[in-house]
């Protein structure tokens, strides 16, 4: 019932507003120049390892198991090619849509690395790509920065002539970062959607989906200190130029009492895994 005789807020455009407040505070703080890529120093986590390692990664083999050799496969926001090269390899054609230069290089480079070329790379964003329909859409940690939720979500199942594949996860993408963010500027982050404002945007739509929870992730380490550092600035929109401004010795200074030695490299103190689903449905 709507309360106080107002009609009850729609789940699209909350999550509209929240993307809007969680740019414009970023906006507010940064000194890094907002024009530049932000994936720059953050787009090797999003490539695929090895061919061993990426067909043990648990949302390729979730996504995997709803694609058929003669799928043609569109992989919004592909990053580096994480998901898009280890599906290409069992799939008729892979179109990977991703807005990214720093990604798009990555991944290009691997797939080349790897011998593939059935990956056509549309650099666009969703919302301005121009795409043929194909059978399965998968779309993974993406959907946290979209603005207009509905229209891109509407768009997904019009292209998808079989399959709908989104993972996100259940709490807040950025949370490892909150705490430094607070230590830095003194201030909360404000938190993107997930997965339950996924899940009353879909209601509202009228689709009807099903979720599986997948295995809790950790993201890979820092190889070390300094690629801490480098990550760090680009999460809190710190620039890079201008060596020893202020908020870049108090970076370093708070990195210091923030990073623990794990295997492989270094992790925030604080840094907890999170849970990915995936939400499908057919079309
Ligand atoms: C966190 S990365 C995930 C990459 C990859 N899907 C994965 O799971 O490894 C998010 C990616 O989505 C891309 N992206 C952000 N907004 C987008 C949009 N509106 N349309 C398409 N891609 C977008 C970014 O450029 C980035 O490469």
Known sequence: MPVNGERSRSAS???GETVRSEHAQADRVRSDDPSADHW?????????????????????????????????????GAGAGRLAIPIAEHCNRVVAVEPSEAMQEQLRNQADAWGID??????????????????????????????????FIRKLSRNARR???????????????????????????????????????LAELGITYEKHPLDEWESRPFSDAEKAYEE???????????????????????????????????????ARPHRPWLVRWTT
């Open 118 to 151: 059935n990956i056509q790379v549309i650099e666009s964003t969703w919302e301005e790509a121009e795409v043929e329909p194909a059978d399965v859409i998968i779309c993974a940690h993406v959907v946290y920065t979209v603005e207009d939720i509905a229209g």
């Open 232 to 270: 760090s600035l680009a999460r809190l929109f710190i620039t890079t130029s201008n060596e020893n401004t202020e908020l870049q010795a108090k970076l370093r200074a708070v990195l210091q009492d923030s990073l623990v030695p794990v295997e492989g490299g270094m992790r925030f103190r604080w």
């Open 13 to 15: 455009k909350v999550w």
């Open 163 to 201: 399959e709908v594949l989104i993972i996100v996860f259940e709490e807040p993408a950025m949370a490892n970062y909150f705490e430094l963010w607070r230590l830095i500027y003194g201030e909360d982050r404000i938190s993107l959607p997930s997965l339950s404002q996924l899940e009353e945007v």
């Open 40 to 76: 720059r120093s953050l787009a090797h986590r999003f490539k695929p390892m090895s061919r061993e390692s990426a067909v043990q990664d648990e949302s390729y083999i979730a996504v995997s198991r709803y694609v058929r050799e003669s799928d043609v496969v569109i992989d919004v």
